[in-house]
């Protein structure tokens, strides 16, 4: 059974940071774990992507938060990063931590919740 663990979440002024970690743990190997991710879901909306970063370290990132999210992970402790600098008010969702296990699927985190005041 694979659990993704967040954390760093909270609450934070615009023109902040954050960063937000995701570890992988369980009966896997790293070598088995392929792209992470960070999703967020605002109240009334969908889940959105934030950024994703594949294996060998390619990130892609939402137009909404280039320039001010840095992805990034370590494969050796499976665990994924979301420096969130130059905070808006609209950043404000719950964030969510994935990542895709061969031949297991996708999992999800338990969600942190990040919150920007103005």
């Known amino acids: 059974q694979v659990q993704l663990v967040e954390s760093g979440g909270g609450l934070v002024q615009a023109g902040g940071s954050l960063r937000l970690s995701c570890a992988a743990s369980g009966m896997i190997a790293s070598i088995s774990v392929r792209d992470m991710g960070w999703y967020r879901q605002a109240p009334g909306k969908q889940r959105e992507l934030v950024a994703a970063i594949t294996k060998r370290g390619t990130p892609n990132l939402a137009d909404s938060v280039k320039g001010r999210f840095t992805i990034s992970r370590d494969n050796g402790k499976n665990t994924v990063y979301l420096q969130m600098n130059s905070l808006k008010p609209e950043d404000t969702a719950v964030y969510y931590c994935?990542?895709?296990?061969?031949?297991?699927?996708?999992?999800w985190g338990q969600g942190t919740q990040v919150t920007v005041s103005s």
């Open positions: 994935s990542a895709d296990i061969m031949y297991d699927g996708t999992y």
